[in-house]
């Protein structure tokens, strides 16, 4: 199958050709969305793959044995996502995020990783290059991660009981593997790292305080615990809102445990309100998406595995870059730096979502019923 054929599989999500104006205009470092919003965050999903299958992003019922993944034709190479990456930094862009799926099943994913390292600001900085991911690899991975030039790692984990972990994944992973790879990453250089914990009432929300201990006893500053509500991304996985444990409630919990005070927001844009224990011990945080959105500060844009550009993580449609990294048809040529970097400055000025607060306000121009793009394929 030649790379300017789209499979059947690239259709499960409706996408646009970006518009290239006959004008073009050079990025500036200043792009703002309606909403004054900069951007400053690009995700970037390298395989809609993953080898857990937990409830709230891979239900196994969904994603089964014959469930069609993206065929690697489909798949962006490691040169066009670094080239895609380097005009997101023109236009203001000073953290990567690589996601899935599962990052570390994508084969020889230091090579990316080192690709991307090498891209520096206008002013010649580093960017702040970061992975997200479920730890079943990194404790064999993350030395050469490290050595690729990455700089910190985000793992998920919701839960420390090993029986409640194994069926929250779905697979029977034991627990004990993951924490081994959030210690390899520590001595790898990799920190702080964070935790992730998706907290779904009634399944898991009895580990939040054993999570809280464990982590602040073992490692103190040196692992940050995150408390995610969980969400309705997507729409396979069966969300509920009586599942949801407001943020609030995760806070009365751990106080109880712990001593808390309120820490500043480390930068514009950061989704989680951070407290720290009154010890010193380190800090946890917790991100408000279902009862608090956070829109308004929103500075992130997401790139799917095979190039397709999301403006949100409940999206309903995306931008087709790769057909500009490629051309759409055999015999068209591919599109410029400059014509990339023009068309991705008129999607992200014409952002206007904030599907959060409407979804919280229930205003009716919600789109009921449409399919939202899924969490594994555009990352977290």
């Known amino acids: 199958m030649g790379d300017n054929v789209i499979p059947l599989a690239d259709l499960r999500y409706a996408a646009e050709l970006p518009r290239i104006p006959a004008e073009l205009v050079m990025p500036s470092g200043l792009l703002s969305d309606r909403l004054g919003r900069p951007l400053r965050d690009l995700r970037i999903s390298v395989t809609d793959r993953c080898n857990f299958r937990c409830s709230y992003c891979m239900p196994k019922e969904v994603f089964d044995r014959d469930y069609r993944f993206l065929p690697q034709s489909s798949l962006l190479s490691f040169e066009e996502i670094t080239r895609v990456a380097r005009v997101f930094v023109a236009h203001g862009v000073r953290k990567l995020r690589l996601t899935g799926g599962e990052p570390l099943l994508r084969k020889n994913l230091e090579t990316l990783v080192a690709m991307l390292a090498a891209l520096r600001t206008p002013e010649g900085d580093e960017l702040d290059l970061t992975l997200t991911t479920n730890a079943s690899l990194l404790e064999r991975k993350a030395q050469a991660l490290a050595d690729a030039g990455l700089k910190r790692i985000t793992v998920s984990l919701d839960a420390l009981d090993d029986a409640v972990f194994r069926r929250m994944n779905d697979v029977d992973f034991p627990v004990a593997d993951v924490l081994r790879g959030i210690d390899a990453a520590l001595a790898a250089g990799l920190g702080p790292v964070k935790v992730n914990m998706v907290v779904k009432r009634g399944t898991n929300d009895h580990e939040i305080v054993p999570m809280a201990r464990y982590f602040r006893d ?65 800090e946890i945080g917790v991100i408000s998406s279902v009862t608090q959105a956070f829109c308004r500060d929103c500075n992130r844009a997401r790139l799917s595995t095979e190039g397709k550009l999301f403006l949100c993580l409940f999206a309903t449609r995306g ?46 121009a919600l789109e009921r019923g449409t399919r939202r793009v899924e969490m594994h394929y555009i990352g977290g």
């Not at 015999?331 to 206007?352: F, H, K, N, V, Y």
């Not at 607060?357 to 205003?363: G, H, P, T």
Request: hydrophobic share 40%; charged share 25%.
């Open 319 to 364: 931008h087709d870059l790769r057909a500009l990294l490629r051309g759409v048809q055999a015999s068209q040529q591919p599109w410029t730096d400059a014509q990339i970097a023009t068309a991705i400055g008129l999607i992200w000025s014409e952002r206007a979502d904030r599907y959060s607060e409407l979804r919280s306000a229930e205003a009716p």
């Open 218 to 282: 073992r490692h103190g500053p040196r692992v940050a615990l995150r408390f995610i509500e969980y969400m309705d991304v997507g729409s396979t996985n069966g969300w509920r809102m009586d599942e949801v444990l407001p943020s609030a409630q995760v806070l009365e919990r751990l106080s109880q445990a712990f001593p808390l005070e309120p820490l500043e927001p480390a930068q514009p844009g950061e989704t989680a309100q951070r407290w720290r224990y009154s010890d010193g011990a380190g």
